[in-house]
């Protein structure tokens, strides 16, 4: 295939929708979320549309929260 064919763009943006749309498709939505004025993590519960905390901290982000007050 020749690199100045008019197929090849084409190609490449059907390749990268596929990949983005195979990224999004695979997300997983309980993925724990970093609360960023406590560090505590939590998750999105669809349930009642709120946080639910996991007791849990981010050592990073308190690592952070401890080096800049």
């Known amino acids: 295939m020749d690199i100045y ?3 090849l ?3 490449i943006i059907i390749i990268l929708v596929s ?3 195979f990224q999004v498709m695979n ?3 309980n993925s724990p979320i ?3 004025a406590t560090c505590e993590l939590y998750i999105e519960d669809s349930q009642f549309g709120g ?3 996991l007791n849990e901290y ?3 982000c308190l690592d ?3 080096l800049n007050p």
Request: glycine share 0%.
């Open 5 to 7: 064919s008019r197929k």
């Open 9 to 11: 763009p084409i190609i």
């Open 19 to 21: 990949i983005l749309a």
């Open 27 to 29: 997300h997983d939505s």
């Open 34 to 36: 970093i609360d960023s």
């Open 51 to 53: 946080k639910k905390y």
């Open 58 to 60: 981010d050592q990073k």
């Open 64 to 66: 952070f929260k401890n």
